[in-house]
């Protein structure tokens, strides 16, 4: 047994209550090592012999590893647990003291108690949830007496600026509830709306003000309240990480320097604050002066930011947030920001934008979920690059899913691009039937697909500005067939609810013909999805054991 | 290489900030398999190939592990980094990817920025601290006008019951300080003091009311002040992962019911409560009904404990708080205990009692550190019980050194025992020879030692009630030269830095032998200390590479 590549520690991914009595836990090993792993697992009060064996089944594996996966019961809710591991020179316990012939050697993992303040919840209704992101300047201009100065012709063939303004706003997402329904998304993410100078408005000037190129709180809620009646709940966009150059604060330091009472609400390095030749202050990335960074740690900070946040979620009756550079936050603050944000909708969504490993963020008291750019790097990677095969692509997704509790997955923001990334069909290099394949794999994958705005009419465009052009709406230019696809797998998600709330595993993997598929099934039906990643038709044959007694199989395509 | 054995991950044990703008990174692999371990970092904005390179040391081993471990700085507190492992076949390059031959293609793992809110601060005094655990029934009865009915007479060579008292109370502790001050401990932890009937009162009556056993707020305060007044701090025990049988909640909810506006602070099955045959309400352990569980998730269980804590921390001006059972309570609640209590005394240490791996509780956010059982179960089997070798002692150590961020380790509770184990010197069999090499062992280790009373005066006893016999004050009796040995290894403490701020890395592992050595420095000094755990005497050649270029060499002892 390789005994070194052997983990597991009795928190986070690794063991994590699946609810208030239960508890998940995992364990990984080298690939095909182990022929089984068992759990013996007691009240951590009861007798060392005491207790009940579960087999752990193998949830997935990278290139390196397997892991096993079981939730053992406790009625106690106290837990003690041993593993044992066979593989091909026999059996092993495993437990806090490491490895052992004898399993009082070996010692027990320990859950000391399954607290219901730390129970990790998610609102239900994400696992039913098709995203929507959208761009306010560029996605409808519903109101043309509130356009900017200078804005642009609409167009789907603009090529914008960083500086361009083309007048979308808050009426025109209204008006075009009727698309957003029928294409099937039920959660629109904007990103920001409040007072800003820029077309982005990640700058922001008044977190109490809707910009009024955008329209006013009135329209918002409106927007919201009529988004409601149609079953689309709306998530704003917390920029919590930076203000804008013209925030009020800001301001005052910039005017009163050291003596103002803001001084200690950024991070400034000398005084007079100056923006040439470079910031002298914490910003944004690399010196972006029009965004001072936050000092959230400052009590002060942390209440006008809550107070915002607070305010929007009751008086917008909005559905919840995604979170700015949500990484670059103290914990902390994102701790006080789900209790205050919960305590005035229980049910509202916390998405952080998380480009990498958001372990740390995704343990019950901060985030639901993230934005899921490693599901995004392996599906660009396998689609659309074709860069790696059927057996990395695996690997990437299991590794991903290994790295979070489970109740992470079912609410991940699961895109193909956003406005900060080139667009997918431009990474495919226009070629269509591999963002199809991409997305049906979207649409079938755990977690909620998000589909940036005009993706699924087939939109292109490279890296930001170049990915913000205005959403084409001129049916002739649209590709009716792409949103004819997207609405069917929408559909589809929606008819089938194993691909909603279903488990997930591996399939078939076959890197030799570039094949793949995975099965979902809720405990009443299953579903097979394969992916012919190749130019080729191939014959295969599949494993129907997931199936089990099934009598009907039906396509559902 | 062995690929499988490698681990890291951005967060906790394996990543930290070791100040505000600096990173502690460890990395983990097959013992022996690496040659080296560098880091190549930069600011996560800067170009791909900016950066510095650090080369890792080897922090310590383990039977299968060996750990790699180095701090980096950065100025902008934004980090990206990938390793660059060398082995036997050459060099391989590990990131948030995976491995690859390739810096690119094994991609960078990422902190995304070090938070001034999130950082782990741990009181500085606690690195000289030297604990003296006082159980106060046991320790010196100064007032006999308070003692309970029923009160034994004091001996030493008494064998307390479950249900004894001797009338030991905070009196008799203020008459001891000189005591404690020549002996050279500097922190008082004392079990619990606050109304109850027990004579160890983890089944608190009244938390705001000290037992009048023991005295009352204004003895309370007088020991405080006066032990201060000699340089030592005082910590008291905070019981809240249950309350007493006749604490008011719970009497209310006995008297009223479901009706009871307290039926929702306790966990109760059903109505009328019952405590036979077995109470139908959670209780600390297996049903002792005594203590039934509080439901710290309950607003207003958190608010009436939190206000316990602020309570007396500001009124006592006491030193800190001794979690009892503080596994079985939600992170929430001790997060905002750690808010509450360190803003009245941000000098406040906070010890959690702990007997597993207490990873999650320590990560800044929660505890300063733990009661070190893991620690006492190394030098337990090594010292007391000799059922390993220096080995295996050197590998325990390596291991719980490697579950914590750095910070913790200056302040855990190194224990030989306490009022729930076993004495030390019962277990070694009554072998002082054993108990002075593992106290000088505890004496010269990062971390606090601590001292469970009487200990040092060579009490002796077998699990609770048995190691809770009255303090051995007759001078006759007690050991002296166990107590010389104490006096003069606490002494070498305080004169020497380095044992209690210095670095640790093990010096000598001779399992053949049965000898075992390490040395600690502190950047200005270096001291080396070496064990005989044999009865024979040995000739023992050492490295003194450690001590580099010094010019003297002196027996510390």
């Known amino acids: 047994m390789w005994k ?16 208030p009595r239960e508890l998940r836990v995992r364990l990984r090993a080298k690939r095909g090592d182990l022929f089984s792993c068992h759990l013996f697992h007691g009240d951590r009060y009861g007798g060392e012999e005491e207790g009940d064996i579960l087999r752990l089944e193998k949830a997935g594996s990278d290139e390196l590893f397997d892991w096993f996966e079981g939730v053992i019961p406790s009625a106690t809710r106290r837990l003690r647990y041993v593993f044992y591991l066979e593989g091909e020179e026999g059996g092993l316990w495993y437990g806090e003291k490491g490895f052992a012939a004898d ?37 409808f201009n519903g109101d043309e007496g509130n ?31 009727p698309y957003l329904e029928a294409l099937g998304v039920n959660v629109l993410y904007l990103t920001p709306i409040f007072l800003s100078p820029s077309n982005h408005k990640y700058d922001t000037t008044d977190y109490y003000r809707v910009d009024p190129a955008f329209g006013d709180a009135e329209t918002l809620k409106e927007l919201v309240r009529l988004a409601h009646q149609r079953g689309i709940r709306v998530l704003l966009d917390a920029v919590f990480n930076h203000a804008g150059y013209g925030f009020f604060a800001f301001q005052d330091v910039l005017q009163r320097g050291e003596d103002s009472p803001y001084a200690d609400w950024f991070f400034i390095e000398d005084f007079p604050v100056v923006t040439t030749p470079r910031p002298n202050y914490e910003t944004f990335a690399n010196g972006v002066w029009t965004m001072p960074k936050l000092n959230t740690a400052h009590p002060e900070v942390r209440a006008y930011l809550l107070d915002v946040a607070e305010y929007w979620t009751r008086e917008a009756e909005i559905d919840g947030w995604r979170l700015d550079v949500a990484n670059e936050v103290d914990h902390r603050f994102w701790r006080a920001f789900r209790d205050r944000v919960k305590e005035v909708n229980p049910e509202a969504l916390i998405v952080g934008e998380i ?46 899913r290994m790295l979070y509790p489970e109740q992470a997955h079912f609410a991940m923001f699961n895109l193909l691009g956003s406005h900060d990334t080139e667009r997918f069909l431009t990474t495919c290099g226009g070629r269509l039937e591999r963002m199809r394949l ?25 890296p930001d500005p170049d990915c913000r052009r205005p959403m084409m709406w001129e049916e002739e230019r649209q590709n009716r067939e792409l949103l004819a696809h997207y609405r069917k797998l929408i559909a589809l998600r929606k008819e089938l609810r194993p691909l909603r709330r279903g488990d997930f595993r591996t399939w078939l993997v076959d890197p030799l013909r570039n094949l793949y598929g995975f099965v979902r099934w809720d405990g009443e039906s299953c ?6 990643n190749s130019p080729h038709e191939h014959r295969v044959e599949v494993d129907l054991h997931p199936f089990g007694g099934a009598e009907k199989l039906r396509d559902a395509l």
């Open 355 to 400: 480009w990498h490993d958001a372990g740390p963020w995704l343990q019950g008291d901060q985030f639901d979920s993230v934005m899921n750019y490693l599901f995004r790097d392996a599906v660009l990677d396998f689609f659309a690059a074709g860069r790696i095969g059927a057996d990395r692509f695996d690997a990437l997704l299991t590794r991903t």
């Open 103 to 139: 399993r009082r050697e070996a010692g027990a993992f320990q859950y000391p108690y399954i607290c219901e303040g730390d129970l990790y919840r998610v609102p239900d209704w994400a696992k039913d949830g098709v995203v929507y992101q959208i761009f306010p300047d560029r996605f």
């Open 527 to 532: 579903v097979g999805v394969l992916f012919n």
């Open 147 to 177: 356009d900017p100065e200078g804005t642009d012709p609409w167009s789907a063939a603009a090529r914008p600026r960083p500086d361009s303004f083309y007048g979308g706003d808050l009426r025109g997402i209204i008006e075009k509830l």
């Open 438 to 462: 991409a997305v049906l794999f979207q649409m079938t994958y755990p977690g909620m697909p998000m589909i940036y705005y005009g993706d699924e009419v087939g939109m292109c465009g490279g």
């Open 4 to 19: 070194e590549a052997v983990f597991h520690r009795p928190e986070g991914p690794y063991a994590h209550p699946a609810g």
